[in-house]
């Protein structure tokens, strides 16, 4: 069979499209700023990825000071984050789990001086934090957040807390750790 070959002048609307595409590709390939090269690869599959560009860790196309910021901005240990009153700090008890005071204080940047021992005894006064003994040393948590103790950890359940916050949790060590 013989195929006949005929040169137009222009592209089929397929070819076109495919065309296009590749010109585009290779005029703006250059162009891309490095953080978005990096968003793209980080966005590709791993097993992809590691075809592609041989064993890469993911770690190395990440800027390991952005790495740290965002950690310290989670923990609310920046500056922007800090705990400024006792509803902040009752917010940091529910979002972070159990902190010592020293912990605590930590994220306050300062701020209150002498009344970071005010605020946990307000919020404990007002049945939203208790103190829990567990690893050798005392905890400040939310009083959310006792039945995950007790059921991850063995911390007993102080006298007086509400039953509903002692109901079984079903992966009480999960949720700990997870935050």
């Known amino acids: 069979m013989r195929v006949l070959e005929a040169e137009t002048a222009k592209p089929s609307p397929f070819a076109a499209s495919l065309l296009f595409g590749y010109v585009g590709a290779f005029m703006y390939e250059g162009d891309t700023p490095i953080a978005e090269r990096r968003a793209a690869a980080l966005s590709l599959d791993s097993t992809l990825l590691?075809?592609?560009?041989?064993?890469?860790?993911?770690?190395e196309l990440l800027d390991p000071q952005v790495i740290a910021t965002t950690g310290r901005q989670l923990q609310h240990l920046s500056d922007d984050r800090v705990a400024r009153d006792a509803e902040a700090v009752a917010d940091l008890l529910r979002l972070l789990g159990p902190l010592t005071e020293d912990e605590v204080a930590a994220r306050t940047g300062g701020t209150g001086g002498n009344d970071i021992g005010g605020w946990l005894e307000g919020l404990r006064a007002a049945r939203r934090a208790l103190t829990v003994s567990f690893a050798g040393h005392s905890w400040w948590v939310a009083i959310e957040d006792i039945a995950r103790l007790r059921d991850g950890v063995g911390a007993a359940v102080p006298v007086g807390v509400p039953?509903?916050?002692?109901?079984?949790?079903a992966d009480p060590l999960g949720q700990l750790l997870s935050r």
């Open 50 to 59: 590691a075809e592609l560009l041989g064993r890469v860790e993911l770690r």
């Open 163 to 169: 039953a509903a916050f002692t109901e079984e949790v």
